[in-house]
């Protein structure tokens, strides 16, 4: 897989915090780890939810990404110290060690572009789920179109960086409809002295028909399909396609 300069690029991962924040998300999944005594986070970028997940101090908790400067961050963030960080693509993922929850948030899910990519996945999810464990993950539904918002001038923001100051930043974006693949960009200019950081990022928007035909080629199933992060179902207008399931039982 290509890596992404979003998050392999320390200079541009540095912006991510700033941009993502503790969200309902972090709240329906740190409720959910309640219950786990291990956590698995898989595409856990800069950690801000398996810290979290972590601080409490009772259950074992690992972070997976493949990108360094992500994991960086996560390291150095409030109870980064009770996490084990692992750097890899979770297509090769094998800890050889089984979870009790494993979850990708954040969209992280749509960073696999192909069918193929996203069962490798799906098995990696498999290899490491406990008999009666639970996992969890989250796609923007392709109904939605939520990539057409993603245009200069809808985009525009201002964010302030704690060194750099005020931060202009926007997106644009381009749209393969037969891949289902969302080219976008991401662009940072400081104000201050006109330096832009960009990169070009790509993301799938598999249907939930799709996910859930690559779901039935392995041993998970699928209990809910959760529409938004308020945990109601799944319609054909919801903004998210949530799958949550666990292991099927062995026959
Ligand atoms: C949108 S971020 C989500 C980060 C985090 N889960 C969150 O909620 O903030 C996507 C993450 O997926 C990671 N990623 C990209 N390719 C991956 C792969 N092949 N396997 C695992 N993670 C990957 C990126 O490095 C990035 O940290």
Known sequence: MKTDKLYNDPELAQFYDLEN??????????????????VLDIGCGTGLLAARIAMDGTKRVVGADPAQPMLDIAKQREGGDQVTWVLSDAATLNLNEKFDLIVLSGHAFQVFLTAEAQLALLKTIERHLEVGGQFIFDSRNPKIKEWQEWNPQESGRTIEHPEFGTINSWNDYSFDPQAMVVEYGTYYEVIADGR??????????????????????????VNHWFGDWQGNPYHEDAVEIIPFGSLKAEL
Do not use: M
């Open 21 to 38: 924040e503790w969200s309902p998300a972090c709240a329906f999944l740190l409720k959910l780890a309640d219950n786990a005594r291990s």
């Open 196 to 221: 832009v950081y960009s990169s070009k990022s790509r993301i799938a928007f598999p249907s939930q028909e799709q996910i859930a035909a690559l779901v039935a080629q392995t041993k998970l199933h």
